[in-house]
């Protein structure tokens, strides 16, 4: 299905893109047909700077699995980081 | 059949008199063709359906592809593009009717053209197939397993379309669908739904759907692929487009 279900949020750092770094403004999480994902559907997120245009994109498409894994993998790096780093 | 084609990337007049780029595939050594407006997937302008635009004047129909996200990316790669237009919500269905109408007229008026002209959409372009021949003079058209033809999205979800059965009395020319039985957008209860407002509206049209195959079966390149299903809907695509297109 095409699912249009996305997440916006907006996001400080950089990204590496085919054009080299830039910044990050803008990062959308959505679920629904991979570009190239060897599956049906995917967690796709992208990364963001839309004043710079369309190609201004960092993309990864995750299974479900994998996703849930990231966003555990996040979680647990920056709760067990030194007071005040992060 | 000698499948001899030229294929191309052209500009062409849009919704509102915008140029927007276009893919054309027309067979070679033909005197008489009709037309097909092809409408990409929600992934975008890409590869894939570029393929599906030359497999149509393989078979002796002049084939045009609209890129319905130039004005979000001009330029820009089809993924990347696809990204742009989804993050806005996708295509407005205005602009949408727009475009289809700009290439049906760029079909209608090419050499050799027999002045019919018909539509066929895959997923999100499924439903845009059915807008548009419920809004635009086509010939024929086809709806591969779109969405929101019938039901609206589910709650939360911050889709853009709405549902467009009631625009079945509107429509211009035969409708084929052909679906996956096991798609729930759309399920078989909306294909159902969907045949019987046509049969109300006393419009002609023809249902298949495939046991076995969900949503984007006809798509070689992804896991969905359906082969069986496949190559049964590509059969009756040639059907029915022989009956409302040839010659």
Redesign the interface.
Known sequence: MCTYLTEKIAVAGSGKGAAGWFTLTDATVYLDHPQHAPAEHTLNIDFLNPASGPSARVAVELTAESARALARAIEATLQSAPPGLA | MNEALIAETISITGHGGDEIEAYLARPLGQDSFGGVVVIH???GY?SSTKEITRKFAAHGYAALMPNLYYR??PG??P??????A??R??VPDERLVGDVGGAADYLRAMDGSNGRVGVIGY??GGRQSFLAAASLPLDAAVDCYG?FVVGS?PEG????VGPIVHLAPDLSCPLLGLFGAE???PSPEQVDELDKALIEAGKPHEFHSYEGA???FFSVN???YRVEAANDGWQKIWDFYGRYLAG
């Open positions: 997937h929600l992934p890409d979000e990316a820009a790669s993924d990347d593009a696809a990204a742009a989804r993050a919500g996708g997923c999100s969405a999205p979800m911050p889709l853009k798609d729930q957008y969900g949503h984007a992804r896991p969905a």
